[in-house]
């Protein structure tokens, strides 16, 4: 018992880690446009995200449930299947933040659960709920960012048709005004769907160390973790700001706004039902749907396409990675 006390901590200390550089890797799906289109200063953008990361974060358990409680069978996993989940996330987020990908740190979460439960359970996905994972991960992996793409090019071809005899400094004044309020949306429902995520994480750690029958989120794991997810923001995560601001097209004040108004409503929506869906994904396909409607290449589809590879190795990479470190843990721990 003092042990599984012993790694309950471990857990709890690289979960908030987990939490803060999810808050600076994914800090870029609420402000890149709004740093981009210059509407905010890079600080004022920063401050206002980690904030209303920080109250979303506070804001519903649904997706937290998902994680902790409806993707692996609890009985067939141990502390030391949470350890080497948490690690793998970690690792993934840091090496694709290094090398300025936008990808999931939710699909790296649930990849590394997956693959740690899978080498816990004796290699077998008997103890996998398949059917959730199809339900509530995979589906919502291959929709979220077609609705991303398809609803930011709707939305942004209505706008068009609404401004087009607008002078553009009118556009640019009214827009910028409107993204500041589009970007803190967007920034509350990161905190919403993301830092959930590792509120599930700790929760099951600590139904797994007590044994307990009831799935719950305990308050202070919901502070702890908005705070971290909140500071993680403050630090930024200019290499990927970089890529999604700029590198993938140009944005003026209206294109940000139809972008994050698409990508908050879909991610708003998913969390209301327990979505873990990727913040990234859509915020990043939003923005790809808006920039359609200037023209096909005005997309810049090779920086699109090393995104989408990073997005397609995500899963099955950090399956293999917590399978690996599972495995390692196993004869190293005595649990």
């Known amino acids: 018992m003092e042990l599984a006390l012993i790694l309950l901590i471990v857990v709890i200390v690289l979960t908030l880690m987990f939490d803060y550089i999810n808050g ?113 991960v995979f589906l919502p992996m291959i929709g979220s960012p077609l609705l991303g793409i398809t609803t930011g090019f709707i939305i942004m071809a209505l706008l068009t048709r609404l401004v087009w005899k607008w002078k553009l400094p009118t556009i640019n004044k009214t827009f910028g005004k409107l993204q500041i309020v589009s970007a803190g949306f967007m920034a509350f429902n990161h905190g919403l769907n993301d830092a959930q995520k590792s509120m599930g994480i700790i929760a099951l750690a600590i139904m797994l160390t007590y044994q307990l029958d009831e799935f719950s989120v305990p308050l202070w794991v919901k502070l702890a973790c908005a705070l971290f997810m909140g500071l993680g923001t403050a630090m930024g995560g200019w290499r990927i700001i970089r890529t999604l601001g700029t590198r993938v097209i140009q944005l003026q004040p209206i294109h940000g706004f139809a972008a994050e108004t698409t990508a908050s409503l879909i991610i708003f929506s998913a969390s209301q039902i327990g979505m873990p869906v990727s913040t990234t994904h859509v915020i990043s396909t939003s923005i790809m749907g808006v920039g359609a409607t200037k023209r096909i290449s005005a997309v810049r589809w090779g920086i699109v396409g090393r995104i989408v590879w990073a997005w397609i190795l995500t899963l099955p990479l950090t399956f293999i990675l917590a399978a690996l470190l599972m495995l390692c843990l196993k004869n190293i721990i005595p649990l």
């Open 24 to 136: 600076f890797h994914d800090a870029a799906n609420a402000i890149a446009t709004v740093v981009s289109t210059r509407v905010l200063n890079a600080r004022q953008a920063i401050a206002m995200g980690a904030i209303l990361n920080f109250a979303g974060a506070l804001t519903g358990t649904k997706v937290a449930a998902t994680i902790g409680s409806g993707l692996v069978d609890i009985s067939a996993i141990s502390i030391v299947t949470v350890t080497a989940t948490v690690l793998a996330a970690i690792i993934w987020n840091l090496i694709t933040w290094y090398k300025g990908l936008p990808t999931s740190s939710s699909h790296a979460l649930i990849g590394s659960l997956i693959g740690a439960s899978f080498v816990s359970s004796g290699a077998s996905t008997a103890h996998i709920h398949m059917d959730k994972f199809y339900n509530k």
